[in-house]
């Protein structure tokens, strides 16, 4: 029998929890330490299948009769005004469908489910503060991380985010819409609809951007974030204590790669803190993943976009300059593979996308056309 706290209630804390209350049944004791001065992202998420399957599982939830957090559909993206400007529609393959929702909600639902102990404090440092087997700390970014971490190469680095109380019913995925600086997600929530129009403030002024984005989507109130797209070198800290969020990692979230991380990192830890894979194992594991994510999105501004201004020049060429021989060849690989081979061979999976994610974007956005 174990215990395991969890510092942090944002999205990363609580699809922690959750891993860990479904898979380590060694575990008797899971505690999440909620800082109520620390705001709840209100911003719509959109998710992967796998955060579906993982509330199903623990929570019951469901988009018919346990609704919570006012999940609604994604069935998949739709990328407009990337490559020669025709939609790319990516769905999810097989049955699977995403959620988008208010991580705010899912937070609540979590601290109120009655599956596990709720302490409202706010704590300083895990390790001296906290009497626990194991931490996961999930507060956040440090304020200053960058001797400990390492950047994730990126075009942006910026957002603006709004929140317009409208939504229309026959949106049931994330739409991702190339702008002259950058691209913007419309993610339909229940009873709202989210925007972030992501830019490079060292390109693009927040004046400028700001006037692009009420224009271009009918947008009010602007919220402004600037981001860096950054790792830490481990996600161990100290001798019982994780990182994972925001606290581990900070990628751009086309391809909603952000949910996957946080159930990546706990699934990785997961093999060291009840299985017997060595803390070096599992580090080198999470590294290599979001490495790989890093190269996948980046590849993403290869194909370009129907501007041709200093953003995309800016993005094509970094993405050209920092891509690598591996993807490269693991690109040439899935491509040159039927569909049903995909299927009924056994093929690694890069990062958090499986080879058949791979070969559908490359193909859609006219790459090997």
Same mark, same amino acid.
């Given at each position: 029998?174990?215990?395991?706290? +969890? %510092?942090?209630?944002? /999205?990363?804390?609580?699809? &922690?929890?959750?891993?860990?209350?479904?898979?380590a049944h060694s575990i008797d004791d899971i505690?999440?330490?909620?800082?109520?001065?620390?705001?709840?992202?209100?911003? @719509? /998420?959109?998710?992967?299948?796998? %955060?579906?399957?993982?509330?199903?599982?623990?929570?019951?939830? $469901?988009?018919?009769?346990?609704?919570? +957090?006012?999940? &609604? +559909?994604?069935?998949?993206?739709?990328?407009? @005004?990337?490559?020669?400007?025709?939609?790319?529609?990516?769905?999810?393959?097989?049955?699977?469908?995403?959620?988008?929702?208010?991580?705010?909600?899912?937070?609540?639902?979590?601290?109120?489910?009655?599956?596990?102990? %709720?302490?409202?404090?706010?704590?300083?440092?895990?390790?001296?503060?906290?009497?626990?087997?194991?931490?996961?700390?999930?507060?956040?970014?440090?304020?200053? $991380?960058?001797?400990?971490?390492?950047?994730?190469?990126?075009?942006?680095?910026?957002?603006?985010?709004?929140?317009?109380?409208?939504?229309? =019913?026959?949106?049931?995925?994330?739409?991702?819409?190339?702008?002259?600086?950058?691209?913007?997600?419309?993610?339909?929530?229940?009873?709202?609809?989210?925007?972030?129009?992501?830019?490079?403030?060292?390109?693009?002024?927040?004046?400028?951007?700001?006037?692009?984005?009420?224009?271009?989507?009918?947008?009010?109130?602007?919220?402004?974030?600037?981001?860096?797209?950054?790792?830490?070198?481990?996600?161990?800290?100290?001798?019982? &204590?994780?990182?994972? @969020?925001?606290?581990?990692?900070?990628?751009? =979230?086309?391809?909603?790669?952000?949910?996957?991380?946080?159930?990546?990192?706990?699934?990785?830890?997961?093999?060291?803190? %009840?299985?017997? !894979?060595?803390?070096?194992?599992?580090?080198?594991?999470?590294?290599?993943?979001?490495? /790989?994510?890093?190269?996948?999105?980046?590849?993403?501004?290869?194909?370009?976009?129907?501007?041709?201004?200093?953003?995309?020049?800016y993005a094509k060429n970094l993405n050209s /300059?920092?891509?690598?021989? !591996?993807? !490269?060849?693991?690109?040439?690989?899935?491509?040159?593979?039927?569909?049903?081979?995909?299927?009924?061979?056994?093929?690694?999976?890069?990062?958090?996308? @499986?080879?058949?994610? +791979?070969?559908?974007?490359?193909?859609?956005?006219?790459?090997?056309?």
């Open positions: 029998m174990g215990k395991l706290a +969890i %510092v942090g209630a944002g /999205q990363a804390g609580c699809l &922690t929890a959750l891993h860990f209350y479904k898979w505690t999440i330490y909620h800082d109520p001065d620390t705001p709840m992202e209100e911003t @719509g /998420q959109g998710t992967t299948l796998s %955060v579906p399957e993982l509330l199903t599982h623990t929570l019951g939830i $469901n988009l018919i009769d346990n609704n919570p +957090i006012k999940a &609604t +559909i994604k069935s998949g993206l739709l990328y407009e @005004g990337w490559s020669n400007g025709d939609p790319i529609s990516s769905p999810f393959t097989g049955s699977g469908l995403g959620y988008h929702y208010i991580p705010k909600l899912l937070s609540e639902v979590v601290l109120n489910s009655g599956k596990f102990k %709720v302490e409202t404090k706010k704590i300083v440092d895990p390790e001296s503060e906290i009497d626990s087997d194991w931490i996961f700390d999930c507060r956040g970014r440090l304020h200053n $991380n960058s001797e400990t971490s390492n950047e994730l190469v990126n075009p942006l680095n910026s957002v603006l985010l709004s929140n317009v109380p409208e939504v229309d =019913p026959k949106l049931n995925y994330t739409r991702c819409v190339a702008t002259p600086n950058g691209w913007t997600f419309v993610i339909p929530n229940f009873d709202s609809t989210s925007y972030g129009y992501l830019y490079n403030k060292d390109i693009t002024t927040k004046e400028d951007a700001t006037v692009d984005f009420k224009e271009r989507f009918g947008v009010d109130t602007v919220k402004n974030l600037e981001f860096r797209n950054y790792m830490e070198s481990s996600i161990w800290h100290g001798e019982r &204590t994780v990182l994972n @969020g925001n606290r581990f990692c900070f990628l751009e =979230p086309l391809e909603a790669t952000s949910t996957d991380s946080y159930i990546s990192v706990a699934r990785h830890a997961f093999d060291h803190i %009840v299985g017997s !894979e060595s803390k070096d194992n599992v580090n080198f594991g999470v590294q290599r993943l979001m490495r /790989q994510n890093e190269k996948f999105i980046l590849s993403h501004y290869w194909s370009n976009s129907i501007y041709d201004t200093p953003f995309w020049e /300059q920092f891509l690598n021989k !591996e993807f !490269e060849d693991y690109i040439s690989m899935v491509v040159n593979k039927t569909d049903i081979e995909l299927y009924t061979e056994t093929h690694p999976s890069w990062g958090t996308f @499986g080879p058949e994610n +791979i070969k559908r974007w490359y193909i859609l956005s006219h790459k090997y056309a």
